[in-house]
């Protein structure tokens, strides 16, 4: 008998897991078994790293095989296993010096003709790798980008099963790994200059900007509802390294990570369509769970354009996950988890007819309440900034009135008000506004009564809920934050309380 031992991988959502993959080889009658919770497309991997070690011109072990995923208990899924399965093969039929995998953890899929395949979820497996004192991975030379973006780790990129057996030979060191730190490329970005008038717009929008706070837009068809959602990311602050990070490993997962460009740092905007399903929103799936569209906004721009024609349910499922920032899924085959700390942009047209012209409109007052009631109280009590974005005129259109600001302008202005709330924050594991739980803001940061009066007036009209005033007091310190001022004054207080009452969905 024979037994050699890999490393390898396995995800559960973005979360990481390191996986012993054992090859024995026994008498018996020739086959290859897996045993520890194998998928589909990893049972099939028997095929797939038989052909791929005999098309590399090696033979292949006549003997009984038995490879074991441990630990037993953790679902294995997709095809990323198959060069820890060869390796182990090898090693175990003494091809390889078994010695030589000890310190590797092996990713990869392999092909008939025993070339190398990149796969989802690299990045991710790689920081799992990282995390459990094992630095040096073994990885397809297509993501070898991407892994070289976790510090502290050797990366040995591969295009073959004979270049792994190179490597671990130790006459070949690999391919060359491309080291690529570069910010994403945003061409044509979109510029809050080409939005014409709009004054509360722009405005909410850079309050939303500057402290992460959730935001409704209201208004008839071709206001500008939309323009102003799809520039939010350009006057957002570019991503540290922890969150570019996070949001790589995200779209790594969903196979969206993009070769050129692997860390991402721009806050990404994510605008499902109305007919999109729970799990694309959400995320979810078969058996291979997979991250839905808060999380691939996650550190970035959620938008819902026409929210009302989204499923109630669907809008409500929002709540846990705008609160708590991560969706969590569970199935009968484990719970994943995937981060979804998001801005939500929520745009709503008056009525359903959306007749630009309010006298024209056929809708009835029962029509209106009963379309915009699908945006539920329970979530609207969660959106810090409503706004009503009113029809252009003419002069704005044809830009006879005052110039805009560009988004590098506002952009400015949004990381100057952030870096207050950062050095107000020092210490903290908050980050912005929006981060702030009620208990401290109403403590730590606790304003003079005669600041907070017109919110302990609406609170006491049963106009605020207890979540609504917390918020209304971050929305405030956002204010103070643009305005330059140490703590927000009445001034701020009842400016962020209009903001949260400017547009009334039962009106």
Not at 142 to 152: C, T
Request: net charge positive.
């Amino acid at each position: 008998m024979a037994l050699a031992r890999a490393w390898s991988v396995g995800l559960l959502g973005v979360e990481g897991h390191l996986v012993d993959v054992e090859a024995d080889l026994a008498q018996g009658l020739p086959g290859l078994s897996l045993v520890g919770l194998p998928d589909a497309a990893l049972s099939e991997a028997r095929d797939r790293v038989r052909a791929a070690v005999v098309n590399s011109g090696l033979s292949w072990p006549s003997r009984r095989i038995t490879i074991g995923l441990g630990p037993a208990w953790l679902p294995k899924a997709g095809s990323g296993f198959d060069l820890a399965i060869a390796a182990a093969i090898l090693a175990a039929d003494g091809a390889v010096p078994a010695g030589t995998l000890n310190g590797r953890v092996l990713l990869g899929e392999l092909g008939l003709d025993g070339s190398v395949r990149s796969t989802h979820g690299v990045l991710p497996a790689v920081l799992a790798a990282a995390r459990a004192g094992r630095p040096r991975v073994v990885v397809p030379a297509a993501n070898a980008s991407e892994a070289a973006l976790v510090p502290g780790v050797s990366v040995e990129a591969v295009g073959s099963l004979t270049d792994l057996i190179g490597v671990l030979r130790g006459t070949s060191p690999g391919q060359p790994v491309r080291i690529s730190r570069s910010p994403d490329p945003t061409p044509n970005a979109p510029d809050l200059v080409d939005v014409v008038g709009q004054d509360h717009g722009r405005m909410a929008l850079e309050v939303a900007a500057a402290g992460r706070h959730h935001l409704l837009l209201t208004g008839p068809p071709g206001a500008g509802k939309t323009m102003l959602a799809e520039r939010l990311p350009g006057i957002l602050p570019a991503l540290d390294d922890v969150q570019a990070l996070e949001v790589s490993a995200v779209h790594s997962v969903a196979g969206l990570l993009p070769a050129d460009a692997p860390l991402i740092r721009r806050p990404p905007l994510r605008a499902p369509h109305h007919s999109a399903s729970l799990p694309a929103l959400i995320g979810g799936g078969g058996r291979v769970l997979r991250p839905g569209e808060i999380s691939l906004a996650h550190h970035g721009v959620l938008f819902l354009d026409e929210a009302p024609e989204f499923a109630r349910g669907m809008l409500d499922t929002l709540r846990q996950p705008l609160e708590s920032g991560y969706v969590e899924i569970a199935r009968a085959s484990g719970t994943a988890r995937f981060p979804a700390r998001v801005l939500l942009v929520l745009a709503a047209n008056n009525c359903p007819c959306a007749n630009p012209r309010p006298d024209a409109c056929t809708c009835s007052s029962v029509v209106r309440r009963r379309y915009l009631g699908r945006l539920s109280g329970a979530l609207l009590d969660r959106v810090d900034v409503r706004v009503t974005a009113l029809p252009i005129d003419r002069t704005a259109l044809l830009g006879e009135g005052l110039p805009t600001e560009s988004s590098a302008i506002v952009a400015a202005r949004v990381a100057a008000a952030r870096a207050a709330a950062a050095q107000r924050f020092a210490g903290s594991s908050w980050r912005c506004n929006a981060d702030v739980p009620g208990a401290a803001l109403r403590r730590r940061f606790r304003l003079p009564r005669a600041a907070t009066a017109p919110l302990a007036a609406a609170l006491d009209r049963g106009e605020l809920t207890a979540r609504g005033y917390d918020r209304c007091l971050r929305v405030a310190w956002t204010l103070a934050d643009l305005g330059g001022v140490p703590s927000p004054g009445l001034v701020e207080v009842h400016a962020a309380l209009a903001m949260r009452q400017l547009t009334s969905v039962a009106a």
